[in-house]
Nanobody, 123 residues
Framework: QLQLVESGGGLVQPGGSLRLSCLVF????????IGWFRQVPGKGREGVSC????????HYGDSVKGRFTASRDDAKNTVYLQMNSLKPEDTGVYYC????????????????WGQGTQVTVSS
């Protein structure tokens, strides 16, 4: 059974940086695409990034382009989300998700989800 565990969230000031990690348990993640999503109370999950299997491609939501970078280390079964120049509107619970779809996408229709990690950007 595939399981995902996020870590690295916390409180950061505007303009600061955080790196989130998503550790995949139960399978080798080589053939899985991994997405990052975020959610605030009262709103649906917003697609932040997607990295395809083997890192052939990455996609980002318009609100994070140029500031966030997704990467993967298949040897460690871990995906990372480097978040720079953080803004208060980046606040939310960040989830990683996985499935074996061939193409990358930012719609929240992945098969497997982690429990999320809170990111708060505030002075």
């Amino acid at each position: 059974q595939l399981q995902l565990v996020e870590s690295g969230g916390g409180l950061v000031q505007p303009g600061g940086s955080l790196r989130l990690s998503c550790l995949v348990f139960g399978v080798r993640m080589d053939y899985y695409r991994i997405g990052w999503f975020r959610q605030v109370p009262g709103k649906g999950r917003e697609g932040v990034s997607c990295i395809s299997s083997r890192a052939f491609s990455t996609h980002y939501g318009d609100s994070v382009k140029g500031r966030f970078t997704a990467s993967r280390d298949d040897a460690k079964n871990t995906v990372y989300l480097q978040m720079n120049s953080l803004k208060p509107e980046d606040t939310g619970v960040y989830y990683c998700a996985a499935d074996m779809a061939a193409s990358c996408g930012l719609e929240p229709i992945y098969d497997y989800w982690g429990q999320g990690t809170q990111v708060t950007v505030s002075s």
